[in-house]
């Protein structure tokens, strides 16, 4: 079936440094979205995105983190400048409809350490 | 918020047998969806259901909005079946899924 790619798989990274994740989303998708899991507890929403824009956040999108989808490109989840607690894997999905309804397609993950 | 329950949180079963793993949330939600997480981490779509009740192979959910809860039913369990199980739902008027804690399965032989 369709996929969601993320590049890179995994990622380690300097305490300060920025870092960007890359998804490349199911081609038709129209909704995107960023979840965090830590150490394979539960999977916490970050964000979504639609049109350009992002439609809600969770409080754990701090103001260090940024999306973005410049002309249908990758959907980028930046994060600068990282944080120890950043350490986690980062999962992007995607959506062909958001409200009324319809599968996500999620990709394999990030997996980012920052030490 | 919308509250997502799992249970059991973990779970062994011997080749061969079935259980069922419950997901109680605290709204009426608009979708559910069912996904394995395996050994490597990679989330694996198994069910999404807006009403009623799915099969594939040895699995199979049901989705009873009005009582607020759904089910995977597994089957047969084989090895492979190892990993954590998430419901995630969806709420009229949203546009994000809420996960559940997960239940861990495992499987022996």
């Known amino acids: 079936g369709p996929k969601v790619l993320q590049i890179p798989s995994h990622q380690i990274i300097d305490m300060g440094q920025m870092v960007t994740l890359n998804c490349d989303p199911v081609?038709?998708?129209?909704?995107f979205y960023w979840y965090k899991q830590i150490l394979g507890q539960q999977m916490e929403f970050l964000v979504n995105?639609?049109?350009?824009?992002?439609?809600?956040k969770s409080k754990l999108f701090k103001d260090q983190f940024s999306v973005e989808r410049p002309d249908g490109s990758y959907f980028t989840l930046k994060i600068q400048p990282t944080a120890l607690e950043d350490s986690a894997v980062y999962f992007c999905?995607?959506?062909?409809?958001?409200?009324?309804?319809?599968?996500?397609?999620f990709g394999s993950g990030t997996r980012l350490l920052v030490i | 918020g919308d509250q997502v329950e799992q249970s059991p949180s973990a779970l062994s079963l011997h080749e061969g047998t079935g259980s069922a793993l419950r997901c109680n949330f605290t709204?009426?939600?608009?979708?559910v969806q069912w996904f394995q997480q395996n050994s490597r981490g990679s989330l694996i779509n198994l069910f999404y259901?807006?009403?009623g009740t799915k099969e594939n192979g040895r699995l199979k959910s049901t989705f009873n909005s009005k009582e607020s809860y759904s089910t995977l039913h597994i089957r047969d369990a084989q090895l492979e079946d190892s990993g954590t199980y998430f419901c995630?739902?969806?709420?009229?008027?949203?546009?994000?899924?809420?996960f559940g804690a997960g239940t861990r399965l495992k499987v022996i032989a």
């Open positions: 999905a995607s959506s062909l409809e958001g409200q009324r309804g319809s599968d996500y397609t």
């Open positions: 081609s038709n998708h129209l909704y």
């Open positions: 995105f639609y049109n350009g824009k992002v439609m809600e």
């Open positions: 709204t009426t939600m608009r979708a």
């Open positions: 259901l807006a009403s």
């Open positions: 995630a739902v969806v709420n009229t008027g949203n546009y994000k899924y809420v």
